[in-house]
C-alpha cells in the first residue's frame, strides 16, 4: 500500500474473483462459465466490429437497449446495459446507499455486497441464512433498509418462491430492493414483471453465465424508468463508454440467437439433475440447486483438501473458507464429459483416503 491512498480505503477488503490459473489445462468448474461456445452470429459480428475499435463505442447502447427491452419485455427507458452485472450492482450501491441508506442482505451470498458497501462507506447488515440454507423472507418485510437479494442464490443456489420477493418488495416501499438474477435462466421465476407495480425494485441480469459471454462483460439493470436514469447518471459521471463496441456486437447478436443460450440452459438443468443424483449417491449432501452450480459436501472429506485433491488432478471448484461453508463445495455444471470427470475424481480421493 501507498502511503498516497485515501485512509478511508486502507482497510479495505477488495473481493476475490475466483481463480484462473494459467499453469495449466483445467477442466474449470469454479466461475460458473457456461461450457458452450458463443453463438455463430455472436463470434461473426464481434470478429467485424473489432475492425472499428479505433472508434469509441456509442455510449448510449441504443441497439443493445433496444434488443434488450425486447427480450425481457421492458420499454427501452427501463433497461440500462452495463459492464458486466458487477458494475450495475456498484452502480446501485453508489447510487441509492450512503451513510443514512443502509443495506441489508444475507449472511451467505454473493461475496461482492459486502465489499460495495465497504466501499462506498455504506452500513449494512447481514440476516443469517436458516439451517436449511434457505432465505426467510419474513426478516426482511418491512426492514426499512436497501435490500440485495440473489435469486437464485448463490453459492447455494436456492431460489426463492416470487411471491416471497413481491412480499419483501411491497413491504419497504421507501427503500430499494435488488433482486440479482445472475441465474434466473437456471430455475426460477423472474420478478422483471413487478417492476410496472413497483418503483423500488431494480433487476440486475448478466450474460456471463446464461448467454456465453462472461469474458465480453455484459450486463444489465431493470427497473422503474426514473431508477434507470439516476443509474444511467452515475454511468456517465464515472465511464460513459462502459460496454465496448464488440461486446455491444456480441449481446445484439446473443439476444438475436437467444434460442441457443435457451437451449443450452436446459442442458445445464438436466446434467445439474444427473451429478446431484450421481454425488448423492456417493454420499454427499447436495442443495437443491436452481442455478448453473451446485453446492455439495460430504462428511467424508472437509471441504479444504476435497479442494486441493481436485486441482491436483487437474479439476478446479470453488471453496470458501467462511465457517458456515467451509465443508461445502460449489461446482459450475459443465458438461456431460466434465462433469463424469468430476465424478470419477471425486470417488477416486474418497476411496484413496479410505485405504
Ligand atoms: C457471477 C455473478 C455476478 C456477476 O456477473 P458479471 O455479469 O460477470 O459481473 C453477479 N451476481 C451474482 C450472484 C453472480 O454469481
Same mark, same amino acid.
Given at each position: 500500500?501507498?502511503?498516497?491512498?485515501?485512509?478511508?480505503?486502507?482497510?479495505?477488503?477488495?473481493?476475490?474473483?475466483?481463480?484462473?490459473?494459467?499453469?495449466?489445462?483445467?477442466?474449470?468448474?469454479?466461475?460458473?462459465?457456461?461450457?458452450?461456445?458463443?453463438?455463430?452470429?455472436?463470434?461473426?459480428?464481434?470478429?467485424?466490429?473489432?475492425?472499428?475499435?479505433?472508434?469509441?463505442?456509442?455510449?448510449?447502447?441504443?441497439?443493445?437497449?433496444?434488443?434488450?427491452?425486447?427480450?425481457?419485455?421492458?420499454?427501452?427507458?427501463?433497461?440500462?446495459?452495463?459492464?458486466?452485472?458487477?458494475?450495475?450492482?456498484?452502480?446501485?450501491?453508489?447510487?441509492?446507499?450512503?451513510?443514512?441508506?443502509?443495506?441489508?442482505?444475507?449472511?451467505?451470498?454473493?461475496?461482492?455486497?459486502?465489499?460495495?458497501?465497504?466501499?462506498?462507506?455504506?452500513?449494512?447488515?447481514?440476516?443469517?441464512?436458516?439451517?436449511?440454507?434457505?432465505?426467510?423472507?419474513?426478516?426482511?418485510?418491512?426492514?426499512?433498509? #436497501?435490500?440485495?437479494? *440473489?435469486?437464485?442464490?448463490?453459492?447455494? /443456489?436456492?431460489?426463492?418462491? $416470487? @411471491?416471497?420477493? &413481491?412480499?419483501? +418488495?411491497?413491504?419497504?416501499?421507501?427503500?430499494?430492493?435488488?433482486?440479482?438474477?445472475?441465474?434466473?435462466?437456471?430455475?426460477?421465476?423472474?420478478?422483471?414483471?413487478?417492476?410496472?407495480?413497483?418503483?423500488?425494485?431494480?433487476?440486475?441480469?448478466?450474460?456471463?453465465?446464461?448467454?456465453?459471454?462472461?469474458?465480453?462483460?455484459?450486463?444489465?439493470?431493470?427497473?422503474?424508468?426514473?431508477l434507470i436514469a439516476d443509474l444511467n447518471k452515475i454511468k456517465y459521471s464515472t465511464n460513459?463508454?462502459?460496454?465496448?463496441?464488440?461486446?455491444?456486437?456480441?449481446?445484439?447478436?446473443?439476444?438475436?440467437?437467444n434460442d441457443y443460450y435457451m437451449e443450452n440452459c436446459r442442458k445445464i438443468i438436466e446434467?445439474?439433475?444427473?451429478?446431484?443424483?450421481?454425488?448423492?449417491?456417493?454420499?454427499?449432501?447436495?442443495?437443491?440447486?436452481?442455478? #448453473?452450480?451446485?453446492? *455439495?459436501?460430504?462428511?467424508?472429506?472437509? /471441504?479444504?483438501?476435497?479442494? $486441493? @485433491?481436485?486441482? &491436483?488432478?487437474? +479439476?478446479?471448484?470453488?471453496?470458501?473458507?467462511?465457517?458456515?461453508?467451509?465443508?461445502?463445495?460449489?461446482?459450475?455444471?459443465?458438461?456431460?464429459?466434465?462433469?463424469?470427470?468430476?465424478?470419477?475424481?471425486?470417488?477416486?480421493?474418497?476411496?484413496?483416503?479410505?485405504?
Open positions: 500500500m501507498s502511503r498516497f491512498i485515501n485512509k478511508k480505503f486502507s482497510t479495505l477488503e477488495a473481493y476475490t474473483p475466483g481463480e484462473q490459473p494459467r499453469d495449466m489445462q483445467y477442466i474449470k468448474l469454479n466461475t460458473n462459465e457456461s461450457p458452450f461456445a458463443p453463438s455463430p452470429l455472436v463470434l461473426k459480428r464481434a470478429g467485424e466490429e473489432a475492425g472499428r475499435l479505433n472508434l469509441y463505442s456509442d455510449p448510449t447502447c441504443q441497439f443493445l437497449r433496444e434488443k434488450a427491452a425486447e427480450l425481457f419485455g421492458v420499454g427501452y427507458d427501463n433497461v440500462l446495459p452495463v459492464n458486466g452485472s458487477d458494475e450495475i450492482l456498484d452502480f446501485a450501491f453508489l447510487t441509492f446507499g450512503g451513510e443514512d441508506a443502509p443495506f441489508v442482505f444475507p449472511d451467505i451470498t454473493y461475496g461482492f455486497y459486502p465489499v460495495y458497501a465497504q466501499l462506498y462507506g455504506i452500513p449494512y447488515e447481514e440476516i443469517p441464512l436458516k439451517d436449511d440454507f434457505t432465505i426467510d423472507y419474513r426478516e426482511y418485510c418491512g426492514i426499512g433498509k #436497501n435490500i440485495v437479494i *440473489a435469486n437464485p442464490n448463490a453459492p447455494t /443456489g436456492i431460489v426463492m418462491p $416470487l @411471491s416471497e420477493i &413481491e412480499e419483501i +418488495i411491497k413491504t419497504n416501499p421507501d427503500n430499494i430492493v435488488i433482486i440479482d438474477e445472475a441465474y434466473i435462466n437456471f430455475g426460477g421465476e423472474t420478478a422483471i414483471p413487478l417492476i410496472k407495480k413497483y418503483k423500488n425494485l431494480l433487476i440486475t441480469r448478466t450474460f456471463s453465465k446464461s448467454h456465453s459471454l462472461a469474458g465480453a462483460r455484459l450486463g444489465f439493470g431493470i427497473g422503474d424508468e426514473e460513459p463508454y462502459n460496454i465496448n463496441r464488440m461486446t455491444a456486437e456480441a449481446g445484439e447478436a446473443a439476444i438475436i440467437e446434467i445439474r439433475g444427473y451429478v446431484t443424483e450421481k454425488l448423492r449417491d456417493l454420499g454427499f449432501t447436495v442443495l437443491d440447486s436452481s442455478a #448453473n452450480f451446485i453446492f *455439495a459436501g460430504t462428511d467424508k472429506m472437509d /471441504g479444504e483438501s476435497l479442494y $486441493l @485433491s481436485l486441482k &491436483e488432478r487437474g +479439476i478446479l471448484v470453488r471453496h470458501f473458507s467462511k465457517e458456515r461453508i467451509k465443508d461445502f463445495l460449489r461446482i459450475t455444471i459443465g458438461s456431460r464429459e466434465q462433469m463424469d470427470a468430476l465424478i470419477s475424481a471425486v470417488s477416486d480421493i474418497l476411496n484413496n483416503q479410505e485405504d
